[in-house]
């Protein structure tokens, strides 16, 4: 996928892992993983790459802000899998987005719909706020990609 310019990536659990299993976390309901934002932020895409495996049940995850460290937090996107069918690895479970987070504000990933197993690292794609960005939508030029579309 094209990235431009002054457009960064966000994972959860942070990279640099030791291993690339470490790199994952359980599908398990709860916070996955907070994003603070030291500048504006507008958010493109956001995602989960399945490390392990999902049971047969419906992978259901939210992506929700705040303005402010302890404030509340609102859903800004609900990213949910194909019902009742495992997910393989190595697949990507994405939902094209448009949020802004502003300076000091945090972007929180939570699993809502936890399939009995599974793993996987969740990222978004990010810029500057009001950056312009090119090619977010594209896919991998000659190869396969294997990619599920949120179904919400």
Do not use: H
């Not at 899998?81 to 448009?98: D, E, M, N, Q, R």
């Amino acid at each position: 996928m094209a990235i431009d310019a002054g457009t960064f990536i966000w994972t959860a659990p942070p990279s640099g892992a030791a291993t690339e299993a470490a790199s994952v976390t359980t599908v398990s309901a709860g916070d996955k993983g907070f994003l603070l934002a030291a500048q504006p932020i507008d958010v493109y895409e956001v995602g989960a790459m399945i490390g392990v495996v999902t049971a047969a049940t419906t992978f259901v995850f939210t992506v929700a802000t705040n303005t402010a460290f302890g404030g509340g937090y609102t859903t800004q996107a609900t990213v949910t899998g194909p019902a009742s069918a495992a997910i393989a690895a190595g697949t990507t479970l994405k939902k094209f987005v448009k949020i802004r987070i502003p300076k000091g504000g945090f972007m929180r990933f939570s699993v809502t719909g936890a399939p009995a197993s599974g793993s996987a690292q969740y990222y978004a794609i990010c810029s500057v706020a009001g950056a312009p960005v090119i090619g977010l939508t594209g896919g991998v030029a000659g190869g396969t990609v294997n990619e599920i579309l949120s179904t919400t």
